[in-house]
């Protein structure tokens, strides 16, 4: 099989010199004709746009203005004296920080539960996975309603339930937005966090729960044992894309809080959009979306060179 | 339960009482699981119940204290209130033929690249496939901002010249919703995956008995893609009816206006039409809401899929 496979390319021998990639290339045209739909708009919407932005970085902007002066590195200085910026950047760890974790245990919870051959289990992962789904135009009208001071159905049942004394409320209150908006964000992403740890627990061999058995390991210790480290490529997916989700977080802010009150809500994501599409100043924004490319990219990287060691195939 | 296991304890020796006591701790445990799942599904869903309920609920009801989730005076004016306001028929015209336009070019690219980087050799394709992954570790935002002005500068549209200057270009226009989602790195990936799993031997007896690559790809690797193509087809779908963010920049006429769009600025305008939006609402998610429910082992599996290396 593997020879027949190759049978077009010489068997085992790859292409050396340039003079042989070239000939390689073109006997092999049509495989660059296929890609080439993919490949033009890849060039111009990902990597012109990406060295674009670069470019817009170091000038004043100003869609309204024909001169878009060079300013060098400015719009980055400025980004560092932007107290408004730094803020945007710590909603964002916030909304992240607490956010992805939560999100993710409650799937990881979810999961295991359904994961225990209970009836019903397609039925329990639609209901779960509803949200997922629904447009976040639609959940965050929803949430809007559910978090109203006066008549909102989380003061209602609170109340009855003497968690809280008085009627709260939710996305007026500088200390309660974040936290609404992070509830919500959980609501919204568990489904899919539960779906990806589904499949990963059922990728699990039967075996190796059976061979704990016979070693004496009791429930809990099979879980700590056997499922956690064989869920971390998992885990480590869902983190990583879960991050990158929630650093896209801009609809229910723009619906629900416009970044209030006071700031408290207002993440980069939606501050670049102000910057950049309010108040026309893009090259500043362009600046800010490098520097949170910069952050997201360290921060993968630190978590790829610590995990790598851990992660058991 | 209790007196079973009571009986058995004076009949019996112990350890057949400790298997008992087994017995109903699992037992215990099962009632504990399904308990935990109930209310978590009672939470997951009550947002979603209460919009539907509400839809269908005068304004002032809606704002009974203690709410009202079985609506006490039935009605379906909400949703007569909403279509006349707004323009919601064009809405769906708009969303409903974008989000295909984008399903069918998606498809066809996105199998299309992941055939050849599945199931072809040739120089510099894994140096291309993990470049083409590298790129999805940029943060959407970088984006923004130049791909709205390449659109706005796109020669010869919008009044502009060939310099791509004097005009809006792919701005307020479906064009400039379709093409920039017209393929996807995800989709090539998803695809390619799927595809690595067709046997080699099927492939290489088509090229012996002649057939070009694009014949292959069409008449052996696609057939037999069928539950890559229903999760991507599914998937490309949901997300682009459910887009808000990108027509919101690129999108300013009335006429041009998605569902999501239509709804959120319908919204911001009139903060207190709230049975209104909530009929929109109702409305806005029925499509997704139908497909999703009728596709979801694919959509499912598809995702699981997409989290296994």
Do not use: C
Request: hydrophobic letters at 50%; zero cysteines; aromatic letters at 18%.
């Amino acid at each position: 099989m593997a020879i027949l496979a190759r049978t077009q390319q010489k068997p085992g021998k790859e292409p050396i010199t340039f003079g042989d990639t070239f000939k390689q290339m073109r006997k092999q045209w049509s495989a660059y004709l296929s890609l080439s739909p993919w490949f033009i708009l890849f060039s111009i919407f990902t990597l012109f746009s990406v060295s674009f932005s670069f470019y817009i970085s170091f000038r004043e902007w100003n869609i309204l203005e024909p001169a878009k002066p060079f300013v060098g590195l400015e719009n980055y200085i400025h980004l560092f004296k932007d107290e408004k910026f730094f803020q945007s950047l710590w909603n964002t760890i916030l909304f992240t920080g607490f956010g992805v974790p939560l999100g993710m245990a409650s799937g990881l919870l979810i999961a295991l539960l359904l994961n225990t051959k209970v009836r019903g289990q397609g039925l329990f992962r639609t209901f779960y996975y509803i949200p997922v789904i629904t447009p976040l135009v639609v959940s965050s009208v929803i949430w809007k309603w559910i978090y109203q001071g006066d008549y909102g159905l989380l003061n209602y049942y609170l109340l009855r339930l003497g968690i809280i004394k008085e009627k709260l409320l939710w996305l007026a209150d500088p200390d309660l937005a974040m936290p609404a908006l992070i509830i919500m964000g959980v609501w919204m992403g568990t489904g899919g966090i539960m779906v990806m740890y589904l499949a990963g627990l059922q990728s699990i061999p039967e075996e190796l729960y059976d061979a704990a058995k016979v070693d004496g390991a009791n429930g809990f210790q099979r879980m700590l044992f056997v499922t956690v480290p064989l869920l971390s490529p998992t885990t480590f997916y869902v983190l990583i894309t879960s991050i990158i989700g929630s650093f896209q977080a801009f609809a229910h802010i723009y619906i629900m809080t416009n970044g209030g009150p006071l700031g408290r809500t207002t993440v980069v994501g939606y501050y670049i959009y102000q910057k950049g599409f309010r108040h026309f100043e893009m090259g500043y924004a362009s600046a800010m979306a490098y520097i949170l490319f910069a952050l997201i990219l360290i921060f993968t990287i630190i978590q790829m060179k610590y995990i790598k060691g851990d992660i058991q195939y | 339960m209790a007196v079973t296991t009571q009986e058995k304890e004076i009949t019996s020796v112990r350890p057949v009482s400790r298997v008992d006591l087994g017995e109903i701790l699992s037992r215990l445990g099962k009632f504990l699981v399904y308990l935990t799942l109930v209310i978590g599904v009672i939470l997951f869903t009550a947002p979603w119940v209460w919009m539907v309920s509400a839809s269908f609920q005068p304004l002032g009801d809606m704002f009974n204290w203690p709410p009202t989730w079985w609506p006490e005076n039935f009605t379906i004016d909400n949703y007569h209130d909403f279509l006349e306001a707004a323009g919601l028929g064009r809405w769906f015209l708009n969303s409903a033929f974008i989000a295909i336009s984008v399903v069918v070019l998606q498809l066809f690219f996105n199998s299309l690249a992941a055939y050849t980087f599945a199931k072809r050799r040739f120089p510099g394709r894994d140096a291309i496939f993990v470049f083409m992954l590298g790129t999805l570790m940029i943060p959407g935002v970088v984006f923004l901002i130049p791909n709205y002005l390449i659109l706005q500068h796109i020669p010869f549209f919008g009044g502009n010249n060939l310099l791509g200057q004097g005009g809006h270009g792919w701005l307020d226009s479906y064009w400039g919703l379709i093409l920039p989602a017209s393929v996807s790195v995800w989709g090539i990936f998803f695809f390619r995956q799927y595809m690595k799993s067709i046997p080699d031997d099927l492939i290489d007896a088509a090229r012996m008995d002649g057939a070009s690559e694009f014949r292959i790809y069409w008449q052996v690797a696609l057939p037999l893609s069928g539950p890559a193509i229903a999760f991507n087809a599914i998937s490309t779908f949901t997300w682009n009816w459910n887009d808000f963010f990108w027509p919101l920049l690129v999108i300013s006429s009335e006429k041009l206006k998605t569902v999501q769009l239509g709804l959120a600025l319908y919204f911001v305008k009139n903060r207190t039409a709230w049975d209104d939006v909530m009929a929109g609402s109702v409305l806005a998610t029925l499509p997704v809401l139908l497909i999703f429910l009728i596709f979801q082992r694919y959509f499912i599996r598809g995702i699981a899929l997409t989290g296994m290396k």
